[in-house]
């Protein structure tokens, strides 16, 4: 299927030979936009791509699950801007590498107690199928939160759990530290989703036999690839980080003496583990079947912040996950998650976390380079969204990051960004501070807030779900959360679809050789703003690409 909202890939052969035009090929100038012309073509392209659109009803080979955690519509609008102002241009007529996946739906983000929810309650959604309690993982909405023994017969298995039974090699990349709620989701069952380390349960639940987070990630699936942060959680208390030996504060915290990284080793034949970006780039070696990568003691550090040279970025852990996991001739399924946006919302501070999902997003574009749609499933969305805005009739062009080009009444600046409530509130003398430049452009700068918090919160309302591949068109409408895993488990004959139609004959075609037509993407992209790019019959032999307009 298509690379993008305006380009097309019609079915056929599954590899075929495409020829790009890219006569005329440019972004959009301010002359060009004042003729009615313009518009009038890219609307009429965009209709007949439209209405080109044919749904993939082949089954997924692999699925890849991109989550942004805390990237609301908001975020990603913003992101759209600040990504097109890092290449120096305007902004607004930008394209997210997410955005051009043809099939769209909303998610409604509540659990069975929240209207606004938390991201463990609506990552048991969207990774088990089924809507639960806030702050508890892989539980049915009968287990309480905090109450150990609600957990027990009450678990429930995600997909990444469901995909490996079936054969699938799978793995976990993110942004935070690997047993945070979110990945947490995809193969713990916990009653809280604070219990990272056995330090950090009660003796209650201890007692009654409840394991921490970090415990169920060695000992519950089989994971191929785990890469993120939490170090910390997986050694004896008091053994020294490798990273920084010299901070206490970053020893290990587990008081039952065990180390889960060797045992991990240990029980797994063909694995590696790794601590640095250096230690990263060495695994060439086919032979490693099994990769765990732990960055930092807790969460890896916010884009604007990590160090190049010492801490892989959200692209390469994406691209070192997909090159092991994709040896499986039965597939694979990969949950990447975005995690930091959420952090930099819940802290006030928006660059911080556009930034994140700017790397979430390339992310998204360089798997799409090393996969095709043709038995690829990418689904691309969120946990829930914050209370997060931009505003204030700014001109087109402005700084995502900027100021309104009015005052407000009390005669003082403000940021075109502002939040609901969070730490940003401030008062000073009676009265609000001005915002101003250069202080508002700085990657630590907090936005205004309304409403004085110490930590941002969620905000209620739906998410967008983005697909494209393998049997992307299930997503569309307004759906509830939890609908995601299981059009994913269909899409990809996992349980309980197991015996769908069709799935037989997907498991003889799974030793197919892979195809990707997603080098094209960077390309489209760029020339999307402006002119269609639609697949054409060039031969019977396959498809060609022409650029109109």
Sequence with gaps: MGVGGNSLFLPGSPAPRWVLVTQGCSLPTADTEKSPDYWNKGARSRLESALALQPAARRAKNIILFMGDGMGLPTVSAARIYKGQLAGGSGEESVLAMETFPHVALAKTY??????????????????????????????????YGKCRTAFGNEVDSILHRARLAGKSVGIVTTTRVQHASPGAAYAHSASRSWYADANMPKEALRDGCKDIAYQLVHNTDINVILGGGRMYMTPKWTPD????????????????????????????????????????????????????????????YELNRNTSTDPSIVEMTEKAIRILRRNPNGFFLFVEGGRIDHGHHSGRAKQALMEAVMLDRAVARAGELTSPSDTLTVVTADHSHVFTFGG??????????????????????????YGNGPGYSIRNGGRPAASLPAAEDK?????????????????????????????HLFHGV??????????AYAACLEPYAAEPRCGAARRASQGTQHSSQPLLTLLTICVAAHLVVVVPSSPSGPALEVLG
């Design 242 to 301: 490798p990273e920084y030996p010299e901070d206490p504060a970053q020893n290990g915290t587990r008081k039952d003496g065990l180390d889960l990284i060797a045992k991990w080793l240990s029980a797994k034949q063909g694995a590696r583990y790794v601590w640095d970006k250096k230690g990263l780039d060495a695994v060439e070696d086919d032979s490693v079947s099994h990769l765990m990568g732990l960055f930092e003691p807790k969460d890896m550090k």
């Design 479 to 488: 759906q509830e959360q939890h609908y995601i895993a299981h059009a994913m």
């Design 393 to 418: 009739n700014t001109l087109r062009g402005t700084s995502i990051f900027g100021l309104a080009p009015k005052k407000a009444r009390d005669k003082r600046a403000y940021t075109s960004i502002l």
């Design 444 to 472: 630590d700068y907090r936005q205004q807030a309304a409403v004085p918090l110490e930590t941002e919160t969620h905000s209620g309302e739906d998410v967008v779900v983005l697909a494209q591949g393998a049997m992307a």
């Design 111 to 144: 659990t069975i107690d929240r209207q606004v929810p938390d991201s463990a309650g609506t990552g048991t959604a969207y990774l088990c199928g089924v809507k639960a309690n806030a702050k508890t993982l892989g539980l049915s909405g009968a287990a309480i």
